[in-house]
């Protein structure tokens, strides 16, 4: 059998809601199983999430990797703020933490703009990652931070 990545075999379209892709189901000792993609939106539609981890490809060797709020987010903030006044929920948050470990045989390049690692401050961190190394990358939103506006962002090359 061919492996997905191999594009002869398996070529690449534009999915359409009716059309299917494979899940494991943990629920039924993760049995191999098929779900539409309308079935996802609508689960997706019906379960409130405050927050998304969004990972988009940039280029052939970079992924982005972002924390960001959803419409929930400010629906839920409304209803805390309502019980009492000092209650509320917002992104980025006052301490933001990604911790990225590499298993890829390769080096892999970490970049982050505005961090603390081992509490030391970086306006710019770049780290090459061997393989099983890793960074942990906290991103600080206080309200008395410039950044406290700028959604987490890290960017992974590989090269």
Known sequence: MARISNT???SSIIPTLPDYFVLTDAENNLNTKTCTLENLQNYLASNNRVAVLLIEANSNSEVE???RPTDYADALNSELS???FMLGFEL???T???RIISDSRNDVQVDATAVFVSDKPYL???KILKRRGEAEIVFKGTTDSVYSEIYPV????YP
């Open 65 to 67: 990797v972002s924390l």
């Open 96 to 98: 933001t933490n990604f």
């Open 154 to 157: 890290v960017n992974i090359n």
């Open 124 to 126: 710019y961190f770049s």
């Open 82 to 84: 309502d019980i009492n």
């Open 8 to 10: 002869t075999a398996y």
């Open 92 to 94: 980025p948050g006052d």
